[in-house]
C-alpha cells in the first residue's frame, strides 16, 4: 500500500505542506469554508494555514478579493478567469505560499448563473503562475460540494509533489 491509499488526501496535504515549510489560503465561493474546516481542523493549523475567505456574493468578491466587476460581467462569476483571481488575491492578500480557490454552481437551481449545475473551477496559486482546472459534478448540492473540496484537496497535492 502506498501512503496514500493509507492516509486521507487532506492529510497528506498538511503533511507536505508541514514537510516543505509552506503556507496555504483559501477563497471558496459554492464550498462555503468546507476546504478551511478541514485545513483547520488538524492540530498545529497555525503553522501553515494563513487564512481563508468565503466569498459567496459577488459583491464580496469584488469588495474583498478586488476582483474586477467588469471580468464578473463579462465571464460570470463561475469562470476559468474568477477562479484564477480569486486564487492570486487570496494568495497576495495572506502572503501564503501557496492559495486555492473555487467557484462553481452546486444548485439546486440554475437562477440567473450562465454555468450549468455542477460546474465547478478550481484555481491553484503557486509562486507566479495560477493553473485552473474545469470540472462537472454530477449529484444533489451536497454530492457536488462534497467531490469539489475532495478535488480540491487532490489538486493541491499535485501540486506540492511536483
Known amino acids: 500500500m502506498t501512503d496514500k491509499e493509507k492516509k486521507p488526501v487532506d492529510y497528506l496535504v498538511i503533511n507536505e505542506l508541514n514537510k516543505q515549510s509552506l503556507t496555504i489560503s483559501v477563497a471558496e465561493s459554492c464550498t462555503g469554508g468546507k476546504i478551511a474546516s478541514l485545513i483547520t ?3 498545529g493549523a497555525s503553522s501553515y494555514f494563513k487564512g481563508s475567505l468565503v466569498c459567496y456574493s459577488e459583491s ?3 469588495n474583498i478579493l478586488n476582483i474586477s466587476k467588469d471580468l464578473i460581467e463579462s465571464k460570470g462569476s463561475v469562470s476559468k478567469e474568477i477562479a484564477s483571481e480569486m486564487a492570486t ?3 497576495l492578500l495572506f502572503n ?3 492559495a486555492i480557490s473555487v ?3 452546486a444548485g439546486p437551481r440554475r437562477g440567473d448563473l450562465k454555468k450549468n449545475i455542477g460546474t465547478i473551477f478550481i484555481g491553484i496559486a503557486k509562486s507566479s503562475r495560477v493553473e485552473v482546472y474545469k470540472f462537472y459534478f454530477s449529484g444533489d448540492r451536497e454530492n457536488i460540494i462534497n467531490n469539489a473540496v475532495k478535488q480540491s484537496f487532490n489538486l493541491i497535492y499535485k ?3 511536483k
Do not use: D
Open 159 to 161: 501540486e506540492l509533489i
Open 41 to 43: 481542523s488538524k492540530p
Open 89 to 91: 488575491n487570496v494568495k
Open 103 to 105: 467557484t462553481g454552481n
Open 96 to 98: 501564503s505560499n501557496i
Open 60 to 62: 464580496s468578491k469584488i
